[in-house]
């Protein structure tokens, strides 16, 4: 595999390089490109982000790192958004500064990444360009057709991407849902015509490619939720994924014919819910009650749809349960329905949700003893269809972990693809001419939002804070005169560290008496040099308390100069 410093070609290549979503679920960016290598036109397809997690104490979002392009962005014809899930659109406020192109999306995605943008304070700095579903428009080389699928949100598209070279079918997420409550069937007539014309390519999500059989229909699920929310006598909460639109109508319309209004409740409800009514959907429902109202209405007709299903600390549902909301309170015989699945890495902070509730008396309904939940991504059913109708020559599994990109390939072999390729992020695959062959690697970094600043993930703070997190920290700081003696008593402070050890020895004491012992070993006149000393008394602090304790603190000393 040749660096890109060091290949140069002047023919047209078409290339796919991942930069995030591929060896992982979640943060997608996807490029595209076009044209010799010192001539190259790019999109972008996606650009989204994960969340944080106990591994990154104090961030909140975590998404690809764009250097690549951003070194590159005079070439770069625009970001085109498949869907608008989080993991596909969450980063654009965020990264578009750095970028500077031209957005595309349909009317519901180009909804809620506008209110992202406002946010931010960008919303007249962005060309957005809302285009209609099953459009077609060109981006340089670049000739892109949107393809109606389903999933579990609004409008989400397949985008048939045609070059001089060939046409790529990148499928972004979908499943096939035969009855989906919310916007169009899967346009299988148009994908089978794409796959008539030839299809060099397939860039396709590989999230369920373990599971056997089809992901179910949502109507299934609206069913089932009727029969359901009917055998609760008193309050209901409902917890999903607010941006699960087609679930937010199954949840609805199920309370309505139990007779029940519904409440929403957390900030995202109302925002995605606005969105889809702005953009057509959620047209036919009751209209929902405010949490003030909801408090007049009796035990066994309300329904509260929640946020926090994933147990979110600061999500609507870990509110209720801490008695910290201010309207809305869950009691003894109440019921909490958990519509979603567990998404990897939440299970600890689900389970003690879940467990809270189950303490206070409150039943707790979950996938797992009731039918409350499909999956808004394709099984291996469902993949061998769409492999069927699109008859690709080249196999590129997307969108899922390391495992679920190997499996895939190996079931995309056993349908009879000719080539199937397994990436990472950073791999850059030449899909045209030739076979299919990886040429180059780009640099896949990730960002950190802390706060409001991005940093990269390789900066110091978020490790420290792991540090801090797992043995503590101690503050020493001493005052020496100019002679180098000690003025007054070393001040000490411990934070996350125990008071004492199994013995009673307080570990204040023993931070006190190994800086005492080390300025014992240094005599005065080598007392000059600040930092030296700062280090000695370091050392020795942190080799004390790990004797006792078993752990290595962060120490950090002052020293100050009178």
């Not at 009727?226 to 055998?231: F, G, K, N």
């Not at 600390?313 to 019921?335: F, K, M, Q, W």
């Not at 329905?337 to 303490?359: C, K, M, T, V, Y």
Request: hydrophobic share 45%.
């Amino acid at each position: 595999m040749a660096s890109a410093e060091r290949r140069s070609t002047h023919r047209d290549e078409l290339v796919f390089l991942p930069l995030g979503g591929t060896g992982e679920i979640g943060m997608n960016l996807n490029l595209y490109g076009f044209g010799p290598e010192d001539d190259r036109k790019w999109i972008i397809v996606d650009l989204g982000v994960t969340f944080g997690d106990e591994r990154t104490p104090g961030v909140d979002l975590i998404m690809p790192d764009p250097a690549f392009i951003e070194e590159r962005r005079d070439e770069l014809l625009g970001i085109v958004l498949t869907h608008a899930h989080e993991d596909h659109i969450g980063a654009v406020a965020h990264l578009w500064p750095r970028l500077r192109c031209p957005v595309y999306a349909t009317p519901f995605t180009a909804t809620l990444v506008r209110a992202k943008l406002i946010e931010e304070g960008i919303e007249n700095d962005v060309p957005m360009n809302v285009v209609p579903l099953g459009s077609r428009f060109a981006l340089g080389p670049f000739d892109i057709e949107l393809v109606t699928l389903t999933h579990s949100i609004p409008e989400p598209n397949a985008l048939a991407i045609r070059t001089p070279l060939g046409l790529v079918l990148h499928t972004g997420d979908w499943k096939i849902d035969p009855d989906p409550l919310v916007g169009d069937e899967m346009d299988v007539k148009r994908l089978t015509e794409i796959g008539d014309e030839g299809v060099r390519a397939i860039v396709c999500d590989s999230t369920n490619v373990f599971s056997p059989g089809s992901s179910g229909s949502e109507a299934d699920v609206a069913k089932s939720l009727v029969e359901v929310i009917r055998a609760c006598p008193q309050r209901v909460a409902v917890t999903t994924f607010a941006s699960n639109v087609a679930r937010l109508e199954s949840i609805a319309k199920a309370a309505a014919a139990c007779d029940r209004r519904v409440v929403l409740v957390g900030r995202s409800m109302f925002r995605v819910v606005g969105a889809a009514q702005d953009a057509g959907y959620l047209a036919d429902l009751p209209p929902f009650l405010t949490e003030h109202d909801a408090g007049y209405f009796p035990r066994d007709k309300v329904l509260y749809l929640c946020t926090g299903s994933q147990g979110e600390p600061r999500a609507a549902l870990a509110r209720i349960v801490e008695d910290t909301h201010p309207n809305i309170a869950l009691s003894e015989g109440d019921a909490v329905i958990f519509s979603s699945r567990i998404i990897p890495g939440n299970e600890a902070s689900i389970f003690d949700l879940q467990n809270r509730l189950a303490e206070r008396g409150i039943r707790v309904i979950t996938e797992r003893d009731h039918f409350v939940h499909v999956s808004g991504h394709p099984c291996r059913d469902e993949l061998a269809r769409m492999y069927q109708w699109v008859r690709p020559q080249v196999a590129v599994p997307v969108h899922g972990e390391a495992r679920h990109i190997a499996e895939h390939a190996v079931l995309a072999r056993e349908l009879q693809v000719p080539e199937a390729v397994v990436l990472r992020n950073g791999l850059m695959l030449r899909l045209a001419p030739g076979p299919a062959e990886v040429i180059d690697e780009a640099p896949a970094g990730r960002l950190y939002l802390d706060g409001d600043v991005l940093i990269d993930a390789h900066e110091g703070a978020v490790q420290e804070r792991r540090k801090l997190a797992f043995a503590g920290a101690v503050f020493v700081s001493l005052v020496l005169d100019r002679d180098g003696k000690v003025r007054g008593d070393p001040q000490v402070r411990l934070m996350g560290l125990p008071e004492e050890d199994g013995h009673g020895v307080s570990f204040e004491d023993c931070a006190l008496d190994a800086i005492d012992a080390a300025l014992d070993r240094l005599p005065p006149k080598r007392r000059g040099d600040d930092d030296a000393v700062a280090e000695l008394l370091r050392r020795a602090v942190r080799g004390a308390l790990r004797r006792e304790w078993g752990k290595k603190a962060q120490v950090e000393v002052a020293v100050i100069r009178i």
